[in-house]
């Protein structure tokens, strides 16, 4: 079972993380964990799990197959543009607002850029565990806006990009970037959003 822990965990941690965690049996740290927090739960009453919507952005330059990222403040990783979503505010909207936030793209640079904004739909994304800040009782589902333009290559329209708000900086990646980075380089399951969403490899060979 121990083996199997660490064999599903390997992509998601550094190597030393790795062989350091081997060293305190963190499958018993983590399965521990589990049982208190059911006894917490039960001891203070709580009945109902909770599920929290996120909203993300992937902006696409499908003409330079590059996608643009921000560096978090908090743990240094790569991630999409996003955030919680305010409950007085649709999908499509919180998404923009997060964009702007973090990146400063704002709807109108979109429009600009020949991005079909009106038309586009998010993909949902619900997993149990997606997020380092989920537990037994508490999951996270985002709603994630893949932005692209159907006629020129986006970073050609928005050439200036200023990190704000969670964003310590942005960058934009390649897909051979993308893919040749580890998945711990990303914020939560963030690389696995990408690939899934842009059809490139996760797991590349």
């Known amino acids: 079972c ?8 390997k992509d998601l941690v550094d190597e030393k993380v790795l062989a350091y965690l081997k ?10 964990a589990y049982i208190k927090g059911i006894d917490y739960a039960e001891s203070t009453g709580c009945k109902y799990n909770s599920c929290f919507m996120t ?5 696409f330059d499908k003409f330079l197959n590059q996608v643009l990222l921000i560096k ?3 743990n240094g990783k790569f991630a999409i543009p996003g955030g919680f979503a ?3 505010m649709n999908m499509k909207d919180n998404a923009l607002r997060e964009l702007e936030e973090e990146t400063s793209i704002t709807a109108k640079m979109l429009k600009d850029a020949f991005v079909k904004i ?21 999951n996270f ?14 970073k050609n329209f928005i050439p200036y990009v200023k990190a704000g708000d969670d964003a310590v900086d942005t960058v934009w990646l390649s897909k051979e970037e993308c893919e040749d980075l580890p998945a711990w380089r990303f914020h939560a399951d963030h690389k696995k959003i990408i690939c899934k969403l842009l059809g490139w490899d996760y797991f590349k060979v």
């Open 141 to 154: 589902i985002s709603a994630v806006y893949v932005w692209q333009s159907k006629v020129d290559a986006l």
């Open 23 to 32: 060293t305190v049996n963190f499958p018993l740290i983590v399965y521990n």
């Open 2 to 9: 121990s083996k199997r822990f660490y064999s599903d965990i």
């Open 86 to 88: 305010e409950p007085y």
């Open 72 to 74: 978090r403040k908090d």
């Open 118 to 138: 009106d038309e586009l739909e998010p993909t949902l994304i619900d997993a149990p565990y997606r997020d380092p800040r989920s537990s037994h009782k508490c």
């Open 55 to 59: 909203v993300d952005n992937i902006v």
